[in-house]
């Protein structure tokens, strides 16, 4: 018997509403603003597989006051071990889950040809190099880029020297675009984030022992809301995502 209009209208938003049940929301991803380059692609490749996952971008803090707040987040992925640590105690997330996924190395960057020390050391010519301009780096009391730089600086006793001249940049890629625009004559930032940059190059690296290990943790959130949230976070975890990371700068942990 054929269904009325009304019959039909009925019906319609059932229909809806099983296809919504069909298709969960997408696994919502909350990571720190300077994985973004990296993070899209292996999203990308994610949903080559047909998974489904979103990145909420945003300094590490901030995501960790949205996810006390209540933000529907499924995974962290954060900056700093110390923030996941903040996470853990305010049982934001499943400490059993947590593990370091990345790693990175901080370096001063310079003006493309500028020669190339391969490691900063307490005798490497900071002030020379500076001569008289600023260094730009992120606040070391809010950004986890500028805490390492603090510690790095201060540990090969360059921080009393640098300290009036210091450019603050919101982000460490940001702290680059302030060296390609010539705005300063160094940056202290990490390795990947000079990773296509033709204007700038790393003159050195910091020595790991000088400052903080840059690791980054990622970790389930206490109560996923999307069902494929362990799903997303084997793929973060896994040889393709390792491949699209390795690429753009970043090594793997340990």
Not at 44 to 51: C, D, L, S, V
Not at 64 to 93: F, H, N, S
Not at 127 to 148: E, F, I, S
Request: aromatic share 6%; net charge neutral; charged share 15%.
């Amino acid at each position: 018997m054929a269904l009325s209009r009304r019959s039909l209208l009925y019906c319609l938003p059932l229909a809806l509403a099983g296809r919504a049940a069909a298709e969960p929301a997408p696994v919502q991803i909350y990571a720190a603003m300077t994985f973004r380059p990296a993070l899209d692609r292996v999203l990308a490749a994610y949903r080559q597989t047909g998974g489904n996952a979103v990145a909420v971008y945003g300094p590490t803090p901030v995501l960790v006051r949205q996810l006390a707040g209540g933000a529907p987040a499924d995974i962290l992925l954060t900056a700093d071990p110390d923030w996941m640590d903040a996470a853990v105690r305010q049982k934001l997330v499943q400490p059993d889950t947590r593990s370091d996924l990345l790693a990175n190395d901080l370096v001063l960057a310079a003006a493309a040809g500028t020669p190339s020390a391969g490691s900063i050391t307490r005798g490497f010519p900071l002030t020379k190099l500076l001569n008289g301009g600023r260094l730009a780096m992120c606040d070391p009391d809010q950004h986890p880029a500028g805490k390492y730089a603090k510690q790095s600086l201060q540990a090969l006793g360059f921080w009393d020297a640098v300290r009036p001249h210091i450019a603050i940049a919101e982000t460490s890629p940001a702290a680059v675009v302030l060296l390609d625009h010539g705005e300063v004559r160094a940056a202290v930032c990490f390795t990947t984030d000079l990773v296509g940059d033709s204007n700038a190059v790393a003159v050195g690296t910091f020595l790991a022992d000088s400052h903080g290990p840059i690791v980054y943790p990622v970790a389930l959130a206490r109560e996923p809301h999307s069902p494929h949230a362990a799903e997303a976070l084997a793929f973060l975890r896994g040889p393709e995502a390792l491949r699209i990371f390795t690429g753009l700068g970043y090594r793997p942990a340990g």
